[in-house]
């Protein structure tokens, strides 16, 4: 939920922070998806903010007293900010800066008061075309408010509640007894959608919650809590397609541990996750915090550091395999020991895919664990180029079976 629309700053201003609130057990990434559904499309919203425009000039064109024409400049006014203020959040996004999303939920509610606004002067002109014409397109507007904005139900309440309720305080003071009705109707039909609102965003919640959990299982170990093969390949796909933007070096680090297999035989295989699961701290441990950590299956780990020579990628795959060095308790009173040898591969000096990047460290771990296990080793050019070619007559024999197969 990190896509372009969830980089919408959340709100500042505690009225605003209360109105958007949607509970507080809700993750970050749901609330700032949510506050993005209430920015909407751009096309969307223009159609809305034409239809609102165009009513208030057809009713000012056609009563022209001062406060209809005053109404159309207002609703004008207020349609040509929120366009400003659209395109300057959606320009802040691009550079990475805040959004003006206070801005936003204050012009909105603006809207919605000036359509209220609108609706009780049209109703004064005492023109019951008019009144029909601005009631009907304020009431239209609701269910706009309401499917668009269900994601903050408190804020769409409100903006319901500030569309219709000056028509409704206004039929108070009307000596016409058969709107009387409306005094009824409005409420009930406010409270319905407002109701609807709430339901919504619940739905919405829920779903959003099970995609998140559904991708997190999609992309994690669930064992160690650590990237999958899967979420690894993506980590670095996205890694490797930034690198064109952003030439900037990473190591990958591909672990495989040394002894393990006897602790599954001696201990039984609960022994034999707790130790993965040390060995999975160790590695957050011995990187970066910002380092991408995967579990690729079974015993192999690979880990993602960012700008990092050669020289301090070599010591860093040595405080790796110095960490995982150190005793594991499997039982009360007893410990094991475990090796691992690394292999890393640098980028871009190793490879610009993701496939040769990993046949570079799988060959420079070959050799780590050629030289003696519990090691560590940097490719070098025969290692990468022994690799690649493993990679590219692996890739001819795949295509030219599939071509056999057709």
């Known amino acids: ?42 096309p969307i919203f223009l159609g809305g903010a034409i239809n609102s425009v165009a009513i208030a000039a057809i009713i000012a064109y056609r009563q022209q007293t001062a406060p209809l ?43 919605s008061a000036s359509l209220g606004l609108g609706a009780v002067a049209s109703i004064a002109s005492g023109d ?45 003071f009307l000596r016409e007894p058969l709107l009387y009705i409306m005094i009824y109707q409005i409420p009930m039909y406010l409270g319905a959608m407002a109701g609807a609102g709430f339901r919504l965003n619940r739905m919405l919640i829920t779903t959003m919650r099970a995609e998140r959990e559904n991708s997190h299982r999609a992309h994690h170990d669930a064992l160690t809590g650590l990237l999958n093969r899967a979420g690894l390949i993506d980590a670095l796909e996205t890694k490797l397609a930034n690198s064109g933007h952003d030439i900037r070096p ?14 599954n035989d001696t201990f039984g295989h609960g022994a034999g996750d707790r130790v993965l699961k040390g060995v999975a701290e160790r590695l957050r441990e011995a990187v970066p915090e910002s380092a991408a950590i995967a579990r690729m299956g079974g015993d192999e780990f690979v880990a993602l550091v960012d700008d990092v020579t050669a020289e301090q990628a070599l010591a860093m795959g040595q405080q790796i395999v110095g960490e995982i060095a150190a005793p594991y308790q499997v039982e009360e009173e007893t410990g094991v020991r475990i090796g691992a040898s690394v292999g890393i591969a640098l980028s871009p000096d190793h490879g610009s895919e993701v496939d040769e990047l ?19 080793c940097l490719a070098w050019m025969e ?24």
């Open 358 to 376: 990993l046949a570079v460290a799988d060959a420079a771990l070959y050799e780590a664990k050629s030289s003696g296990k519990s090691r560590c």
């Open 128 to 172: 019951w075309l008019v009144a029909m014409l601005a009631s009907m397109s304020t009431a239209a507007m609701i269910g706009g408010i309401c499917f668009r904005n269900f994601g903050a139900p408190r804020f769409a309440g409100i903006m319901m509640l500030i569309c219709l309720g000056p028509v409704v305080v206004y039929i108070c």
């Open 69 to 111: 024409v005053a109404w159309f400049v207002l609703e004008l006014a207020i349609c040509l900010t929120r366009v400003a203020i659209l395109v300057a959040a959606h320009r802040a996004i691009r550079l990475h800066r805040p959004t003006p999303t206070d801005l936003h939920l204050l012009f909105s509610m603006a809207w």
């Open 250 to 263: 990473f190591a990958l680090f591909y672990v495989d541990l040394d002894a393990f297999k006897p602790i």
């Open 1 to 42: 939920m990190q896509s372009e629309a969830g980089r919408y700053s959340l709100p500042r201003w505690r009225v605003m922070r209360w109105l958007t609130d949607v509970g507080p057990d809700v993750p970050a990434d749901i609330r700032s998806a949510l506050i993005s559904q209430l920015f909407g499309a751009l």
């Open 383 to 406: 290692v990468s180029l022994s690799a690649l070619r493993r990679l590219h007559r692996s890739s001819k024999r795949a295509a030219n079976g599939a071509s056999a197969a057709a």
